[in-house]
C-alpha cells in the first residue's frame, strides 16, 4: 500500500515527538539520579559506593548513553527527511503556483479569442466587402456600355437591313409601264 508523503509526514513527526519524550524523561532521570547520588555523597562524606553499584551505574549510564546517541541519530535522520521533505512541497508549490498563472493566462486567452475571431474576420470581410463593391461598380458600368453598345449595333442593324429603293419622280411614273398580271 502506497502511504501519501501527508500520511508519512505525520507519522514522522509522532515517532520524533515520542522519541523526544523519551528522550526528555532519560534527561529528567539522568538529572535525578545525580541529584540524589550529589546528596548522598555530600551527606555522607564516609560513603565510598561499592565497587559493584558503581559498575552497575556506570553500565546503566553508559547504555542510557547509548540509546541517547540511537535517538539523536533518529532525530538528525528524521530532521533531514523533514528538510527533504520540505523542500519537495515548496517546489510542488512553485509547480502548482506556475500551472496555475499558467491556466489562468490560457483562460484569459480563451475568453479573448471570440473577440480576437470578429476582429480578424470583420477585417477580411471589409475587405471582400470593398472589392464586391468595385466589382459590382465594374459590372454596373460594365452592363451600361453593353446596353449602349447593344443599342448603337440595333440601330445599325436596322438602318442596314432597310431596302433603299431609288427615289422615282412623279414624272417619271408616268412613263413606266408596269406588267400586268392578266385576270391572275
Known sequence: MTQTPYTDMSEQQAEIARLEAELELRDQLVQQLSQELFRLVKGNTGFVPSPEASEQHQAELSALRDQLRGVEKQIDFYQAQMAERD?????????????TDRSRMLE?????????????????????????????????????????????????????????????DPDAIDGISLPSFGNA
Open 108 to 168: 484569459q486567452v480563451v475568453q479573448e479569442l471570440p473577440t480576437v475571431y470578429r476582429q480578424k474576420f470583420a477585417e477580411r470581410m471589409a475587405l471582400v466587402k470593398q472589392r464586391v463593391a468595385e466589382i459590382q461598380r465594374e459590372n454596373r458600368q460594365l452592363q451600361a456600355e453593353l446596353q449602349s453598345v447593344s443599342y448603337r449595333l440595333a440601330v445599325r442593324t436596322r438602318r442596314s437591313q432597310r431596302l433603299e429603293l431609288p427615289s422615282l
Open 87 to 99: 523542500g519537495e512541497i515548496l517546489q510542488l508549490r512553485q509547480t502548482v503556483q506556475e500551472l
